[in-house]
Structures are given as C-alpha cells and as structure tokens.
C-alpha cells in the first residue's frame, strides 16, 4: 500500500514515527527556504513541511507541482502548536504518482466557490472537497443505520424489478423502454412487488432501490431517478408502519449526529435530535387554517404549508390519515370514516421524505378504488388476482434516501445530495 495511515489517523502524540500518506496536493506555500505543502485525503488534510536547505533535489521538485497532483508522501510526525491539527510531516520521499496532463476546473479548496452546474460536470472533482465527501459521509450512514435498524426488527432485505410492464404502476409519469419488439417501464416504485412478497409470507421486508419518474420537475426536491428505501410488513396497519418509520427516522437521525459528527462540523450544520410528533390530517388542518394558512378539506399542503407544519409542530412529523381521494389507489380507506385514508406521509424540516399507508388488501374494494380514478382493472389482473388468494391486512413506506441526506447534511439543493443526479438537462456523468 502507498500509505500506512489516513490523515484523520494521524496525531500529535505519534512524533517520530515515520508514516505513509497518500491524496492530493491542496495547497503548497512557499516561504523563504520552507516549504508547506498542504496534502489531502478524504479524511482531511496533513501539514508536510519541508526545509528546503535539508531535503534532496526530489523534494524541492515537489514543491513546485501544481495544487492537485496525486501524490504519497512518506515522512516523520513532529509536533507543531502553529500547524492546525498541531502537528507536521517531515517528508523524506514525496512521489508525483501521475502528473497531471490537464487543468483542474475549479478550485478545489472552495475560497473561490464553483457553481453547482460546474460541480456537477466534475463531480470526481467536486467529490475532493471536504464538504462533498461529508454529505455522502452522511449518505453511508443513512444506509447502514436503515439496514441495521430494520435488520433487527427482524425484516428481511430483498430486491424488486427496475423493469416493469405498464399494468404494474398506477402513474402515467413513466420512462419507456425498448425491450426486444415491445415497450417496457422504468419502475416507478417498487410497490406491488413488495406487497406479493408479503402476500407470499415474507411478512417484513424492506429495500433500497432506484425508482424512475418521468415528469419535468423543476425544484430543488426533485429528481428523475432517485433512491427509494422501503419497507413492507404484513398483519399490521398504519399505526404499526408509523411506528416503524418513527424508529428509523429517529434512529438515523440520532446516528448521524453521533458518526457525523466531524462532517456535520465541517458542513457548519448543527443538527440536534428532532421530537417526533404524530398528528391526523384534520388536526394539522384546522391548526393550519387557525394559523392563517387557509386550506380546506381534500386538498394536499402545499410547500409553504409544509413549512407552517414544521414551524407548528417540530422538525419530525407525521401525518396521518389524509384524504383517501388524494392519496394512492391502494391506501386502505378508514373503517370509521371512507373519506380518509389509512395514510401518511413523514415531513422532516418542512419537506416531504416519506410517504405510506395500510394497503387495501380486499380485491373488491381495491377494483372500487381503480374505478374511482379512471383505471381499468382489467390492466391490473394479476395484481388483484393475488388479493383473492389469502392476502393478509399490510401495511408500509418509502423514504427517500436524497431528500432525508440533505435534509440532514443542511443542503438546500437535492442535487448536492445524489452523487450523480439525474434530472431533465443532466444525465452526464
Ligand atoms: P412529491 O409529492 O413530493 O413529489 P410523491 O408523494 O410523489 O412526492 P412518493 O411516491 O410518496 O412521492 O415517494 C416516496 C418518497 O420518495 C417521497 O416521500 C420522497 O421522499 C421520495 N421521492 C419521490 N419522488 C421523488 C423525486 N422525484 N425526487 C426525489 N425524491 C423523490
Ligand atoms: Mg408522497
């Protein structure tokens, strides 16, 4: 290996040893006969000065290199209360491991800041700023923390189909696809599937997937494919699902605080734990309407609503029991009162990051609703087939792995949060 330690590992109290670090050239100053040169990797950035007067040609060499030139540095640790992580290397050997053949776009070191279009066009660039490497720090740890938490409620993790025939979703914001003489879709959720794993007796899954939408979105919420994480479990309602979708969110959000703690820092975000609050539709509609945010019955809140909601009730929100006019074909319409859904949705910080519901598990009832809205249930046969076939009572959600990231890393823009976003101008890289 080309180095014995990441930046992050190395410290004071290690003085004298001799170590190996390997990243990028951030900055190089030189002053008089001293040399300080700044390396990076993507735990952080190590001081290496070098005394001209004592170091060998090959050093000195080094010293004039252009600012991100990939480079491993073997050297001695030395305390130095001046240097920021107080201490520095003193190089012995530095290695150009592949000089550079062509000019950097931006500056990596943000003292002057790149537009977001231009980051994105880089992102292999983008990606060597600190900031970036810790929103997708964050990222891992949203992912890992799901699994781990869902893992140990005893679901199962499996895999749904990105292609699917058009009788399987119920939207028409769908992307085709050739596939051999007939048009296929991308998937738009993995919804059905999940619920035949259930009516299969899997009883508690979940997943994390891409999911495809094909609308002209134009907002800083929206992608054209995001990540979906998912889950599906049976014999339960949405009392029991919200339950679940409490624990994750809360567990995530309490994870990243605790692991993140050095990119929350870098990202000057102060993130604190969130109290959950659970309240029904007509509640938060008769607060919001109390509050002078006039909205009536059977509509869905707008952005600015959403925002009154978290300013009324806490960062971490659920809804339930929204208008089942509104809501998915297959939301369980409410045993006390058919006008409202077994439903609900997770607003954190004012944005929408998850939505859900018991499914309607009766064919009857389920071919009513696809009435309803237009649909033909002939389209959806052997969707409602399996419903004939001992379905039990279900329920579930989906997060959104890009907006819960950067709502949690403190970005304002969804793209910041998607490593390689795609959107209606950008499907490059
Ligand atoms: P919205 O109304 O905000 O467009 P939605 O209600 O259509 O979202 P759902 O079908 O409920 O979205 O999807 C579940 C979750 O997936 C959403 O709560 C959100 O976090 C995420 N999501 C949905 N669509 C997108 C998208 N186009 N871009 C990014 N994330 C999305
Ligand atoms: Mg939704």
């Avoid at 952080?44 to 060998?56: E, N, R, S, Y």
């Avoid at 997708?136 to 993790?157: A, H, Y």
């Avoid at 975000?269 to 919001?288: D, F, G, M």
């Amino acid at each position: 290996m080309l180095r014995t330690h990441y930046v992050a590992q190395l410290k004071p109290e290690m003085e004298n040893r001799r170590v190996k670090i390997a990243g990028w050239l951030h900055e190089v100053r030189n002053i008089g006969k001293i040399s300080f040169m700044q390396v990076r990797d993507h735990t952080g950035i190590a001081q290496v000065t070098a005394k001209l007067g004592d170091v060998g040609e090959e050093i000195i060499k080094s010293t004039s290199m252009p600012k991100e030139s990939v480079i491993a540095v073997t050297g001695i640790v030395k305390r130095n209360p001046q240097s920021k992580s107080g201490f520095e290397i003193i190089p012995e050997k530095i290695l150009n491991l592949n000089p550079l053949e062509d000019r950097i776009p931006f500056d990596v070191t943000s003292k002057v800041p790149a537009e977001l279009d231009v980051r994105l066009n880089y992102r292999h660039i983008d990606l060597r700023r600190l900031e970036t490497t810790s929103v997708f720090n964050i990222e891992s740890t949203v992912l890992s923390t799901f699994r781990g938490i869902l893992l140990k409620q005893k679901f199962q993790e499996m895999r749904t189909p990105t292609i699917v025939d058009e009788a399987t979703e119920g939207g028409a914001e769908l992307f085709g696809v050739k596939y051999f003489e007939k048009t296929v879709y991308l998937a738009q959720s993995p919804q059905l599937y999940k619920q035949l794993a259930v009516i299969g007796g899997m009883d508690k899954v979940f997943m994390v997937l891409p999911v495809f939408r094909a609308e002209k979105f134009d907002t800083p919420f929206h992608l054209n494919e995001a990540t979906q994480m998912d889950i599906e479990m049976g014999f339960a309602d949405h009392n029991d699902a919200i339950k679940v979708l409490v624990k994750v969110a809360s567990g995530i959000e309490a994870e990243v605080i605790k692991k993140n703690a050095p990119d929350l820092e870098r990202l000057g975000h102060k993130l604190e734990k969130s109290k959950p609050v659970v309240v029904t539709y007509k509640k938060a509609l008769q607060r919001l309407n109390e509050n002078d945010h006039k909205l009536e019955f059977g509509n869905d809140f707008s952005r600015e609503h959403e925002t009154a909601l978290s300013e009324l009730y806490g960062d971490m929100l659920v809804v339930k029991e929204y208008p089942t006019a509104i809501r998915a074909f297959y939301s369980m319409p409410n045993k006390k009162d058919p006008e409202i859904s077994n439903s609900y949705d997770l607003l954190y910080k004012g944005l929408e990051i998850s939505s859900g519901a018991q499914r309607i598990h009766i064919s009857k009832l389920l071919e009513e609703q696809m009435l309803k809205r237009g649909m033909n249930p002939k389209n959806f046969e052997f969707y409602l087939t399996a419903f004939k076939q001992g379905a039990p009572p279900h329920a579930g959600w989906s997060i959104g792995l890009e907006r819960f990231v950067m709502k949690l890393s403190g970005m304002q823009n969804i793209r910041e949060a998607s490593m390689f976003p795609r959107d209606r101008n950008r499907v490059i890289p």
